[in-house]
């Protein structure tokens, strides 16, 4: 195993060894940082009561968590790649602790807003980003089944952690649960410790391509044709094609010289060179889509059936279904998507699985009793697991790994606005029409063209490789005897 001091000498991904150490600890660090997020709606009822304030204003507290959570990614990942993830992760679970344990002593909910919101929120930005990057950094060929167990702690953590949190609310008060989780969510920094860096062939070729060791003059790259539908091929290649810029000339004017430094290590960072990637482009706009429509199905789906006439136990119920089935769809889809003979679907299973979850909320309005709303329940949760298990991979398959840590940064900055908003826009909906159909609706149709835009992207590609096969000339007669003989 190599450990982070050797860095001169990268290594390819182990797929194994300290890397399932690596999965435990992303899967700690999941249940820390979602489910918490998600057990804080119990905290409504009793903020509503304390404070006298109304679900609207309590509710821009799980908004503010999530939105922060994403928001932060970016400076997650610019501070796991210019320190270590182990520093990330270790620093955002003080700041997280600490942000629960003001919370616990709040006479406000403005100060909830910034402790509980914001400063939780960060912490938890700083564990989440970093802690899945390192484990596209330790698995290649399992990778899938790797994020598949890594990241199921969202659902294990919910479904375990709900009755909990419950019941210390019962014993101790809101303030003494809110201390509890205070103490739990401190070992973020024990899970921070255990993740042993580690250099990769990728990034060590990286370094040996860096722009600043180029010769002055022109520097042929030869273009990168990444595949939505594939690992990508060589990872360690530069992204861009074209000139690099020259050396700065020695007689050059100091503040020129620091603009041209400035705007080439900008153009020329490897940790943001897949921003001017199409594929990439195509693949953010397809997560904005999904991030406004996911998450209104957890907010409403209890409220709906309780308005259905559901019982208060039942609709609890729901909730630990969607949240079983998620895990199980974590880790089966997972465990096939490592497969060689369906690796190359990833693509296509992605798709599925964000198309199905826009499906099942068209068919909400239908939903009149508890038998009709398990079936929504499972297979809502179970392919929820299974498109949240395949964004890491897909974001790798797209940038490779060695962009990971800083495109998973962007990936989770683009949920941030989305979770912000469409709580509150569904909450809306509801005043106005007096039903909840609009907002499952309004949910199923962001899912469909989260899926509709990935698979456009696909069509295009298509046509262009198809377009350029046939602009190729025709070989001359004796080109097929060069190529064997060179064979």
């Not at 920094?189 to 060791?213: F, H, K, M, N, T």
């Not at 620091?258 to 953010?284: I, M």
């Not at 889809?333 to 490592?338: A, K, Q, S, T, V």
């Not at 499952?440 to 698979?455: D, E, K, N, Q």
């Amino acid at each position: 195993m190599v450990d982070g001091k050797r860095s001169s000498s990268g290594v390819s991904p182990p797929d194994g060894g300290w890397g399932w150490v690596i999965i435990g600890c992303c899967f700690m660090v999941t249940v820390c940082t979602r489910a918490v997020t998600r057990c804080i709606s119990i905290f409504f009822v009793e903020f509503q009561a304390h404070f006298g304030a109304d679900y609207a204003a309590t509710s821009w507290i799980h908004s503010l968590v999530d939105c922060s959570t994403m928001l932060f990614a970016p400076v997650s990942s610019l501070v796991g790649n210019r320190w270590s993830c182990r520093v990330a992760v270790i620093v955002g679970g003080i700041l997280s602790s600490c942000g629960l344990l003001l919370s616990s002593f709040s006479t406000s909910l403005v100060l909830l807003y910034f402790s509980l919101g914001i400063l939780t929120g960060f912490g938890f930005a700083l564990c989440y980003t970093p802690a899945i990057a390192m484990v596209g950094r330790y698995f290649r060929q399992r990778k899938a089944l790797a994020y598949g167990i890594a990241m199921s702690g969202s659902g294990i953590g919910t479904f375990v952690l709900a009755p909990l949190v419950q019941l210390f609310i019962e014993l101790y008060s809101w303030r003494g649960a809110l201390l509890i989780l205070s103490g739990f969510v401190s070992n973020l920094c024990v899970c921070g410790a255990l993740l042993r860096p580690i250099a990769l062939q990728e990034e060590e070729a990286e370094r040996e391509e860096s722009v600043w060791e180029a010769q002055p003059g022109e520097r042929n790259i030869s273009p990168q044709d990444v595949e939505l539908t594939g690992e990508s091929k060589v990872s360690n290649q530069l992204m861009l094609s074209g000139k690099s810029p020259p050396l700065p000339p020695r007689n050059s004017a100091p503040h020129l010289t620091r603009r041209r430094c400035f705007a080439s290590c900008f153009l020329s960072n490897k940790e943001y060179r897949f921003l001017l990637q199409p594929d990439f482009l195509g693949l953010a706009l397809s997560f904005l889509f999904l991030a406004t429509g996911c998450n209104l199905p957890f907010v409403f789906l209890v409220p709906y059936a309780l308005k259905a006439g559901v019982s208060n136990q039942h609709a609890a119920f729901l909730v630990s279904i969607m949240g079983i089935l998620d895990i199980v769809g974590n880790i089966t889809f997972g465990c096939l998507m490592d497969h060689r003979c369906v690796r190359r679907y990833r693509l296509a299973c992605y798709i599925f699985s964000v198309g199905m979850e826009g499906l099942c909320c068209l068919f909400a309005p239908l939903l009149q009793s508890f038998p009709l709303f398990i079936p929504f329940a499972a297979l809502y949760g179970y392919f929820d697991g299974a498109y949240v298990a395949l964004i890491p991979v897909m974001t790798s398959d797209v940038v490779g790994v060695a962009y990971l840590s800083s495109a998973l940064g962007v990936v989770y900055f683009l949920h941030a606005i989305p979770y912000l908003i469409s709580p509150p826009i569904g909450g809306w909906l509801v005043d106005v029409t007096g039903s909840y159909t609009p907002t499952f609706l309004l949910s199923g149709a962001t899912l469909l063209a989260s899926a509709v835009v990935l698979c456009t992207l696909v069509w295009i590609r298509r046509c262009r490789r198809h377009g350029h096969q046939l602009q190729v000339p025709p070989p001359e007669p004796a080109q097929p005897i060069r190529l064997l003989c060179s064979l």
